[in-house]
């Protein structure tokens, strides 16, 4: 079966510091990869989607990168962290085919002071 | 752009009766629509899907509608539980069938009182 893990669970970083999350999938091969950001009480707001290694999309501008050094590996970056990047961080994979479901990770709570 | 919201924030049941949570769409050309479940601190959690073709699907004591007509889709939960208590999100993958992933409504948070 597939699994995604998801990792840190939470982490506080002060402004300006660097940012590495990251993001595998088991079980599955040639996933679409995304990064989902959810503001305390709000919906999902897409960051970045992956159809491929090395292939990234992204869809708002924003203090933040993405990479997809492996088939199903996912990292959200930042060089320097703004006090706005606070938020849940949630990575999902799927399928490929049309209309697809998405699978969550279980999310970063991430905390810049 | 298109969007996908829900008409409220709050919903709170009695344990035992059932819910319904709404959403509206506002994209007319979608054709595949997603109800999530998201416990507190968690990623949320497929729970039934619903292709445009269909007006009705059911799964184990939930049941979705969808109404194209006014654009409007609904959460049905039977016979509540308090494991049913989080924040239920639509979603809607338009009609391209690309690999952007999905828009998600702001969210209905569930209470279910005992």
């Known amino acids: 079966s597939q699994t995604i893990h998801q990792w840190p669970a939470t982490l506080v970083q002060p402004v300006g510091s660097p940012l590495s999350l990251e993001c595998t999938v088991e079980?599955?091969?040639?996933?679409?990869l995304y990064w989902y950001r959810q503001a305390a009480g709000r919906g999902l707001q897409l960051l970045f989607y992956?159809?491929?290694?090395?292939?990234i999309s992204s869809e708002v501008p924003q203090n933040l990168s993405a990479s997809r050094p492996q088939d199903r590996q996912f990292i959200l970056s930042s060089k320097k962290l703004l006090l706005s990047d606070s938020g849940f961080y949630l990575c999902?994979?799927?399928?490929?085919?049309?209309?697809?479901?998405?699978?969550f990770g279980s999310g970063t709570q991430l905390s810049v002071l | 752009g298109e969007s996908v919201g829900l008409h409220l924030p709050t919903l709170s049941v009695q344990e035992g009766d059932n819910s319904i949570i709404n959403c509206a769409y506002s994209?007319?050309?979608?054709?595949?629509f997603i109800w999530y479940k998201q416990e507190s601190g968690k990623g949320p959690q497929f729970i039934i899907d619903?292709?445009?073709?269909?007006d009705k699907r059911q799964g184990q004591r939930v049941t979705v509608l969808l109404n194209k007509t006014v654009k409007h889709l609904s959460l049905q939960i039977a016979a509540t539980q308090p494991g049913d208590s989080a924040v239920y999100f639509c979603?809607?993958?338009?009609?391209?069938?690309?690999?952007?992933?999905?828009?998600f409504g702001k969210g209905t948070h569930l209470i279910i009182q005992p």
């Open positions: 994209n007319s050309a979608s054709d595949y």
């Open positions: 979603a809607e993958n338009g009609s391209g069938g690309g690999a952007d992933g999905l828009t």
């Open positions: 079980g599955t091969s040639n996933p679409n």
């Open positions: 999902a994979w799927g399928t490929g085919v049309a209309n697809e479901k998405l699978f």
């Open positions: 619903i292709r445009s073709n269909m």
């Open positions: 992956s159809v491929g290694i090395g292939q």
